[in-house]
């Protein structure tokens, strides 16, 4: 479907057809990203003396650090000063809870290699780097726990085990008709962002500017302030946009910004810090890595049972965000099916690895490979199609209660699985992938149909909160400004967009800001695709009082009814009057009319007792449906992708164009995660695939050669911001269509036995699959 042909049908709940909300408006710096004129913290024109910087990174995985020699460091060229833990004045630490275990700069030992242990700041950016390397670091190291197995086997842990229980898996396993058990290895993710981390800091008279490329400003603010032991007022942090983030600078953008921050206090002179890519990938965490065990019971029909599913992930060495995350992987473990007897318990592994951190669906979508997968060995055991063991195990009445207590209220997966099961063409392919298959030795073709179930909020509930500041100048120019951050996602497009709509005048009056901690307090992290849902909501409330104001006078001098009064087409129409904006707004000042506002949202409904692991988690749920089909070539383990179909649903689309992008690349940064990107450590504890060279991310000629992308048509059910829906994460998910559809093509070699298939499906494990189906 074309961008065209989704535009969108008004709200029923509002009399008159938007204007702006719902049109096809592309992305506000659309032009400037493609002509190489958005600027980003590297291109900010460099302040006068601006230092660089670079760190000594620890040479091994785990020890005590012993000595510290910098002598050859500070006597290399160009070298300003060296600095390490003991140059903090404040609180060496970076934690985004607190935890006090993500130091800024290592102090008595390390615990992965390449962790920050010295900083050093340089006249330039090469000669920092290659003082770098001239240190020496003395460690008595200890053997490092590298995998989720070693850590098991060591029982070491960053975080407590959590359970979430509901019905006696117990029993229904037991008294079930039929029982599997299985295990599944989930590979992690690197970013790999187009721009790196980065940070540059400028010191003012007592108090700090720092440019960051960060999802969360507020955090580095506070970070930072404690670090140099002054108040949070006197530290801004201002972002105008990311060269992408998804999920990679909500907690880890802080480090940089620190370190940058400490430099320029200490040399009273502005410091960029920009991490090199290897030092980016070998530096900061990734997607969590996870193992899958479970037991299951179900049906002669295929219906599950009970689930009884251990989830463990490689957290690395820290807390970090590892606790929501495997939080966020149990609220997806049932993905879109109903479970009526589970028991879900993570374990949060502490290993001597990188910090793994937030990646786009957050836990969410390891937590729904586990199920996934079962759905497949149940099809697989019975002799059965898996769309169809899919569709008997979906969310249904009587039949709609989470593992965590939430009534699953606005499904609308049965009818999206319908539908696309009928615009893929989905039955009569299959039997022609069967004739296929009974006549291609080599090459085998596999087809899957899966569907996503996502819960939208932030699963720590105070972070439901977004505000925003919005003034209106006599010329009728709006200066739109808010806590949410721009990562490419188009989030600061569709909140213009809401703003102008508020005001009745055209996209092009609203003039888009930087977000900054001096304008907007006390943010969020811009995550949990909850951006344009809670920022939109806080600037349309700004707008609203604004013009709340500007109708209260206006009622007063034309004594007319202020339901009489409305904002459209760059005009206001008070009665039967006609009053261009500006005018109006001139009238307003002379009358002395405030016309500024701050804005505030807070989500509705939610209610989650993380103790009881019962409540209302979520606002509301995401849905999408994806049918991918696959040829896989058995001799040498190679695949590809040859036809997608895509129904996603974002209520009633705030903006076409973007969403269409978000589901497309989500969805195409799904199939990598589960196919081509991978990422291997030595038992050292040394990443061995630090650069492109190695790790692989799909490029454009990965892109299916068929693509059929459609919105589903209808609104949310929830009162959000025009019934739209979030979508910033979901449509990653869709990507398990791919993985499915893999394990699909092998299983036609050995009909009946289940497919051991592990997660990233590279040549080398398809093969390894391969080998052990058609071995035992
Ligand atoms: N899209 C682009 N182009 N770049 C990104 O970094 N991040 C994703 C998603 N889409 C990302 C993106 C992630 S992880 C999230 S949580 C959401 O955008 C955040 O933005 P939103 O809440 O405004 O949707
Ligand atoms: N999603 C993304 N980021 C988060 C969350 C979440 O649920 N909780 C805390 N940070
Ligand atoms: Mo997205 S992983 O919530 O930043």
Redesign the pocket.
Known sequence: MSVAEVAQAPDVTTEAAPRTVGLATPHDSAVRHVCGSAVYVDDIREPEGTLHLAVGGAPVARGRIIKIDLGAVRAAPGVVCVLTATDIPGCNDASPVNAGDDPILATDSVEFHHQAVFLVVAQTRDAARRAAKLGKIEIEADRPLVSVDDALAAQSYVLPDYTFLTGEPDTALAASPHRINGSLRIGGQE?F?LEGQVALAVPGEDEMLVYSST?HPSELQAIIAHMLNVPAAAVTVEVRR?G???????TQAAQWAALASLAARITGRPCKMRLDRDDDMAMTGKRHDFRADYAAGFDADGRITAFDVILASRCGYSADLSASINDRAMFHADNGYYLPAARIVTKRTKTHTVSNT?????GGPQGMMAVERLVDDIAWSLGLDPLDVRKRNLYGEGRDLTPYGMRVTDNILPEMIEALERTSDYRARRSAIAAFNANSPYLKRGLALTPVKFGISFTTTHLNQAGALVHVYLDGSVHLNHG?TE?????FV?VAQVVAEEFGIDLDRVKITPTSTGKVPNTSP????????M?SMAARAAAATIKGRLIAFAAEKYATAPELISFRDNHVLIGNRRTPFAQLLREAYLARISLSSTGFYRTPALNWDPGKAKGRPFFYFAYGAACSEVVVDILTGEMKVSRVDILHDVGRSLNPAIDM??IE??FIQGVGWLTCEELVYDKAGRLLTHAPSTYKIPCASDMPPDFRVALFDGPNREDTIYRSK????PPLMLGISVFAAIADAIHSLAPGKRVPLDAPATPESILHAIHQLTQD
């Open positions: 970013h962002y999802q990311m992408g983030a998804f999920g990679g600078k909500e937030a990646f786009r669906g957050f949410g990562m490419g996602q188009g989030l569709k811009t995550a949990a695709s909850s951006g344009a849902d920022t992008g978000q690349g989500g979030a979508v910033g994460e």
